[in-house]
């Protein structure tokens, strides 16, 4: 068979009509596996009665079709098509059977989709969503944990001014210089420095409150995952004193569970309403010293409280020396919606909101640890994205 004619059939599907060519072996496997999901309607998902194949609202036959495409294809197309059946063909009742769960492959939206479950989940189907969510947990912890760490061990470190270093090693060369340019010799093309400018030695104190506020409604499922991964590493680190709380119309502080980042997604609830404002009043009541203090929102703006006081707190809070950061989301799933009005609203009083990938949030905590400005940031940050 002509290679570039295989290619077509199995992009087109259907039958060999189109192309003149029919498929065998592997090939019909893998495309009777692409036709039950992207042609077939089965399973509640309101396809027409034209369209051949589909899964069935059957759990073995999905297992299987689900062990299938992961013999088919690579794990980056297997999660695709794992939310595309999930979407297109209503599956989310079948994932609370267990060997439902056996068979998918794990990922980030997977985990979001088992929360969003959470409540109605059966005792015998909890162990086996708990060993995935427990699987891409680890996946992501070895993936962020050191990146993290030492971005934010890097930052306290140069945020700790001292006039005095002890070592050659602790003068920081660039600040001693600018603080000293006055005394530039041109004759000796030199600067001679009067007074110097080092790293203070890493303090074991709590240097920085970091509170981290979670939107947990359904449209932040991701963003409620990596969160919760990032709030754990923080906690682990005693130069930051690090709180997680998550609301949709409630609050719910799970500053407790940042040992176990499994067991604190289980104690999400994804999906309801929004009141942002209680959200902010309940973390705003978490900070002791507002001049050492980070405060992330993570949220799509879609404030269902009182919005003049949500942005009046913001105010106050930036007012009494409070990093405040506003995360659209914490995702690497592109261009979040939001409420424009709002993010408008917090911009204009110097609190920008954008979104954040996983990737590149501990260089956003180093940045708010060193009081860097956060619009230049993520202005960089789309910049370089961009080229």
Known sequence: MDERLRRWRMVLGGDADGTGCSLTGTDAQMDGALAALYNGGGGGGGASAERSGGLGASAPRVARWLG???SYFPSTVVQVMQKDAVDRLN????LMEPEMLDAVEPD??????LLSLNRVMPEKARESARALVRKVVSELERKLVQKT?????GALDRSARTHRPKRAADIDWDRTIRANLKNYLPERNTVIPSRLVGYGRRQRAVQREVVLCIDQ???MAASVVY???FGAVLASMSSLRTSLVVFDTAVVDLTDQLHDPVELLFGTQLGGGTDINRAIAYGQGLITRPSDSIFILISDLYEGGVREEMLRRVAQMTAGGVQVIVLLALSDEGAPFYDHDNAAALAAMGVPAFACTPDAFPD???????RR???QWAERRLERAAT
């Open 68 to 70: 299938d495409i992961r």
């Open 108 to 113: 980030v939206h997977m985990v979001g989709t």
């Open 91 to 94: 599956l989310t009742r079948l």
């Open 217 to 219: 409604s359904g449209s």
């Open 364 to 370: 956003l905590m180093a940045a708010a640890i060193e």
């Open 227 to 229: 969160s919760s991964v």
């Open 149 to 153: 760490k030492a971005a934010v061990t």
């Open 373 to 375: 400005d956060i619009g």
